[in-house]
């Protein structure tokens, strides 16, 4: 493919898995979590993937040890997605092109969804696009504000007033964004918030700030962006796998 680093987000607990394994470790048929996430990514035929790894670290090395493309970044303290991004500012160093950020535990993103977002930007010619969805059930996900095919901006769901909290369209947390952008943007992420956390989609409200075109990749089937937080969840991702399966 095209001038492309992949970043997965491997550092989390994952405490209501109530399990002493990590979460991207659990089992979704016959596969981890995040190896069904570089297995669907590694066919964009990348420079370089890098896992960004914090609790239980060595198990996560240890069980990726056939991979021997990956790269590994360490986040020791869990301060939010932007915060793990940054951990690979070393990776991505030399690097020039763009980055494609994944969660380890949304295992069943196609690769035809990651060609369709990596179309959408170039197409938009964007410094950025990020993937999105539509649901009936919205609550707890960052809101989608729309400027026509373009991202007005993200809101999260605490933030969103009475006209935003009526948006089904929702933050799917797989972002496309150049290197160039991502070192700009970062380091003015702050942590002034209930969680106190650097949140990555802030980045992309700097950027529209800034006039920076971000690009909008909309998918119709839910469950290719579906997480996996607890057990009841990856029973659902089990169930439907199986019978997407069955009917193929």
Do not use: W
Request: proline share 2%; net charge positive.
């Amino acid at each position: 493919m095209s001038n492309i680093s992949i970043v997965i987000l491997a550092a989390g607990k994952g405490t209501r898995m109530d399990s002493k394994i990590p979460k991207v470790l659990h089992m979704l048929n016959r596969k981890t979590l995040i190896q069904r996430v570089i297995d669907t990514s590694s066919k964009l035929k990348p420079i370089k993937t890098i896992v960004v790894i914090g609790y239980k670290k060595e198990l996560i090395k240890e069980s990726l040890k056939s991979y021997s493309e990956l790269e590994f970044a360490t986040q020791l303290e869990q301060k939010g997605t932007g915060h793990a991004v940054k951990m690979c500012f070393d990776n991505l160093v030399d690097f020039i092109g763009d980055v494609l950020i994944l969660s380890g535990d949304v295992p069943l993103i196609s690769f035809k969804t990651l060609e369709a977002l990596i179309k959408t930007k170039k197409k938009s010619n964007a410094e950025a696009a990020i993937l999105t969805a539509e649901t009936n059930n919205p609550h707890g996900y960052g809101r989608i504000v729309r400027a026509h095919k373009l991202l007005n901006k993200i809101v999260e769901h605490k933030d969103c007033n009475e006209k935003e909290i009526t948006i089904n369209e929702i933050n799917a947390g797989i972002y496309l964004i150049s290197n160039a952008s991502l070192k700009k943007y970062i380091p003015k992420i702050s942590n002034q918030n209930n969680q106190n956390e650097y949140y990555l989609p802030d980045v992309f409200n700097f950027m529209i700030e800034d006039s920076r075109k971000v690009a909008i990749h909309k998918i119709s089937d839910i469950n290719e962006i579906s997480g996996v937080n607890d057990k009841e969840q990856l029973m659902n991702l089990n169930n439907y796998l199986k019978n997407r399966e069955k009917s193929h």
